[in-house]
């Protein structure tokens, strides 16, 4: 009898630590809804994430800064940048510094059109960045980490690992170690960004990546980092490799 | 966001078939209890009415309440017996309007 359970103990604790799901178990958040959510994001007309794909395809038609070029005069159809939001974030050589989607929306927009750029978590950016999105829809997220983005993508691991905030959490805590398992009345997710921008419905409008990564922030009461800031699009570019091969659903539905 | 709706309207039916709107419009639905992060009340704003007429009768009317969430979706199906304009009519508390048209041709089977 105690030489079995000695014999067991091995096996139990290897059973254990196998139980803990690792971050290769990659599982979109569209997996943690019910069919009806599920069946919302599918239905490209009732899905509210398409009125702001709506709304994006009638601002990328109207003319507007000082050069008053609309961005169809530039790119053609949005289908044209089908395959960008997957690629997002990335190094910009020329800034030296990392670019996320509204990043790249916002300088193009001043660059190129000469016109102010609309706020980050604007209706009027959210717009565009969705109706970008959405064209890379199906695809698989594909982030450059190597050459020059190596050093922020490393301080973005880092930074998923490191504890904040009065909870004294990691985003690790939650989103790798216990993902799946149940917060209260919530299944925490796997911490997938595939879906973005996307319809929260916890939020009753849509948001962008970094909008979830400051209310998770806030969540677990840290101080939510600077919009635009190295530490943010860090964070991001980490999450975004760790939801490779993962397809994009922009605009997704979550809870 | 500006107020704006996805219609999907019947463009042709057989007479005496039943045919179905469906409607998305962007709207916050502001309930007027929720207060901001320096404690103000964020004031109400909300659609209180949705009605729907068909060749120059009503054939839906729907009250909207606070507990109703933002963007509202709304479906339903009618019975197709005459040509004529459908017209879809959004009214929010603050006046604001927005009214989405389309044509309905029916035909005898």
Redesign the interface.
């Known amino acids: 009898m105690i030489r079995s359970v000695v014999m067991l103990l091995p096996l139990l604790l290897a059973g254990i630590a196998h139980a803990e799901p690792s971050s290769d178990a990659r599982v979109s958040g569209y997996h943690g809804l019910g069919d009806e959510l599920r069946a919302l994001q599918d239905d490209d007309?009732?899905n509210?994430g398409?009125?702001?794909v709506?709304?994006g395809l009638r601002a990328w038609e109207t003319p507007a800064g000082a050069e008053g070029r609309s961005c169809r005069d530039c790119h053609g159809n949005p289908e044209s940048l089908r395959g960008l939001a997957a690629r997002l974030p990335r190094w910009n050589a020329e800034m030296e510094r990392l670019e996320d989607l509204d990043g790249l929306l916002r300088s193009c927009i001043s660059e190129r059109q000469r016109a102010a750029p609309p706020e980050f978590e604007s209706?009027a950016l959210l717009?565009l960045a969705t109706l970008v999105a959405h064209q890379s829809r199906g695809l698989p997220l594909a982030v450059d980490v190597d050459g020059p983005a190596r050093a922020a993508f490393e301080a973005g691991r880092a930074s998923f690992q490191r504890r904040r905030g009065q909870l004294d959490l990691s985003c690790a805590d939650c989103h790798d170690r216990y993902a799946g398992a149940r917060l209260r009345g919530e299944t925490i997710s796997a911490g997938m960004i595939n879906g973005f921008p996307l319809y929260r419905?916890t939020w009753?409008?849509l948001g962008s990546r970094q909008r979830m990564i400051r209310w998770c922030n806030q969540a677990v009461r840290a101080e939510p980092f600077e919009p635009d800031s190295a530490d943010a699009l860090a964070l991001e570019l980490y999450l975004a490799w760790r939801a490779r091969g993962l397809a994009l659903e922009s605009p997704a539905i979550r809870r | 966001m500006a107020l704006s709706a996805r219609v999907r309207l019947p463009e042709r039916a057989t007479r005496g078939e039943v045919v179905e709107i469906r409607s998305l419009v962007s709207h916050p639905m502001e309930t007027g209890f929720r207060v901001d992060s320096f404690g103000r009340r964020v004031p109400r704003r909300i659609l209180v009415r949705f009605s729907v007429r068909y060749a120059g009768r009503l054939i839906a009317e729907m009250d909207l309440r606070p507990g109703i969430a933002a963007n509202p979706y709304v479906a339903f199906r009618f019975v197709a017996d005459r040509s004529g304009e459908l017209e879809l009519r959004w009214q929010g508390d603050d006046g604001e309007e927005l009214i989405e048209r389309g044509q309905l041709e029916v035909s005898d089977p």
Do not use: C, K, S
Request: charged share 30%; no cysteine.
């Open positions: 007309f009732a509210p398409m009125l702001w709506d709304r209706d717009a419905l009753e409008t």
